[in-house]
């Protein structure tokens, strides 16, 4: 990335995208398009194309800009991510997790794509490594409300219920005043964590 602004962009697009906030991620992506085009970043464009596509569900067109952001930014560990996840949205398991790997191999420090391998993990029932892929997204992000969430499920899978119970509060501490919906989601799993507990002590 070749201006500070595109790295807050794709963070505040990131965000929204996984908050299910699309008015702002769709202005943001119009940002990111202005400004790729004012600083003459063809990779970039792509990128910010690639995130309208996304937020349209044209998974395939996504799959195909970013693959068209990777000619121009080979080390862009967020195309790569974005390309497992739409690989998902489309049903195509196969090669997921070589894909992640590849983003991972070139961004090593970005939190979210070790995350998401996190959560691509838990899905297809393996939460031990997942939760060491949440770890790693700690690590960068300590507090990165989502993966706080997907820890909690990741340990109640394997039935750890201490673990995720205070996996939850920790993502419910980090979390902005404003967001009032995700806060009540939050507790409404920690009550329900809370009763399981009580009733298999």
């Known amino acids: 990335m070749n201006h500070p602004l595109f790295t807050q962009l794709r963070r505040q697009i990131d965000e ?7 008015k ?3 202005l943001w992506v119009a940002e990111g398009l202005r400004l790729s085009r004012e600083k003459e970043c063809p990779g970039e464009a792509m990128y910010f194309r690639a995130q309208e596509a996304i937020i349209a569900e044209r998974f395939k067109d996504a799959i195909d800009l970013l693959m068209q952001a990777l000619v121009f930014n080979p080390a862009d560990g967020a195309a790569y991510n974005d390309i497992a996840l739409c690989m998902v949205e489309m049903g195509r398991i196969e090669g997921v997790l070589e894909i992640f790997d590849k983003g991972i191999a070139v961004e090593p420090d970005y939190a979210t794509i070790h995350h998401n391998k996190g959560w691509f993990l838990n899905k297809i029932g393996r939460p031990s490594e997942a939760i060491a892929c949440f770890n790693q997204a700690l690590a960068f992000e300590p507090e990165r409300v989502v993966t706080w969430e997907n820890m909690a499920n990741a340990y109640e899978e394997q039935g750890r219920i ?7 509060r920790k993502a419910l501490s980090f979390l902005k005043e404003s967001q009032t ?12 964590l809370e009763d399981k507990a009580n009733l298999f002590p």
């Open 16 to 22: 929204a995208i996984t908050f299910h906030d699309l």
């Open 181 to 192: 919906g995700i806060r009540a989601q939050l507790l409404s799993e920690i009550k329900r």
């Open 162 to 168: 201490p673990e995720a119970l205070d996996a939850y």
């Open 24 to 26: 702002n991620a769709r």
